[in-house]
């Protein structure tokens, strides 16, 4: 699943310990996820100074022994990673506890629910490009309002029309494609 060998051994041994709760793994952006009734329970990933866990709905894991944090402060709402820098900090106990109580959650119902922020406004230019073509219009309803605020936001942040127009014509194949702006800095959580 990952990319960085740096820690293939590591991330194996965590895949083999949550292998142990019965979660069913699925692949998602690229990675192991583990779910229970397809909700997603944790994953594990490598990155350059360290190897993780990542719980989906961690906010709500007691946490008893400090070793979760929010990878994005202020971004990131429920996601909490658990970060090693060896293999010699692996405790399958512990880890065991962390996915269980985890698993426990979900089946409690205990998921974060987004809140509602600020109505999506559309910039002049990709308003103009949505109103003048029906297959585009349809392409972005159905994208996620997360996407549709990438691509909202990518050409606000353009201080000329020039470039957002250039930026339109950039992400206009995207949109009926159906992806992200960023889905494909997504596809591997290890990088």
């Given at each position: 699943m990952t990319?960085?060998?740096k820690w293939a051994d590591e991330l194996a041994l965590l895949k083999k310990i949550i292998?142990?709760?019965g979660l069913t793994r699925t692949t998602k952006w690229g990675a192991d996820v583990y779910t229970w009734k397809g909700k997603n329970i944790v994953s594990c990933g490598g990155f350059k100074d360290y190897f993780a866990l990542w719980f989906y709905d961690g906010?709500?894991?007691k946490d008893?022994?400090?070793v979760l944090v929010n990878a994005?402060?202020?971004?990131t709402k429920a996601l909490r990673q658990w970060r090693f820098a060896s293999a010699d900090e692996i405790d399958e106990p512990l880890i065991l506890a962390y996915v269980n109580e985890a698993i426990r959650n979900a089946k409690a119902g205990k998921t974060w629910t987004p809140q509602k922020g600020d109505p999506l406004e559309i910039p002049e230019t990709l308003e103009r490009a949505i109103r003048n073509d029906q297959k585009l219009k349809n392409a972005f309803g159905n994208l996620t309002?997360?996407?549709q605020k990438e691509y909202a936001e990518y050409i606000e942040s353009a201080r000329k029309e020039e470039t957002k127009k250039s930026r339109l014509e950039k992400i206009i194949p995207m949109i009926l494609d159906g992806t992200g702006l960023n889905?494909?800095?997504?596809n591997s959580p290890s990088g």
């Open positions: 990319k960085n060998v292998e142990k709760t906010v709500f894991l008893t022994r400090k994005q402060t202020g971004k309002e997360y996407k889905d494909r800095y997504k």
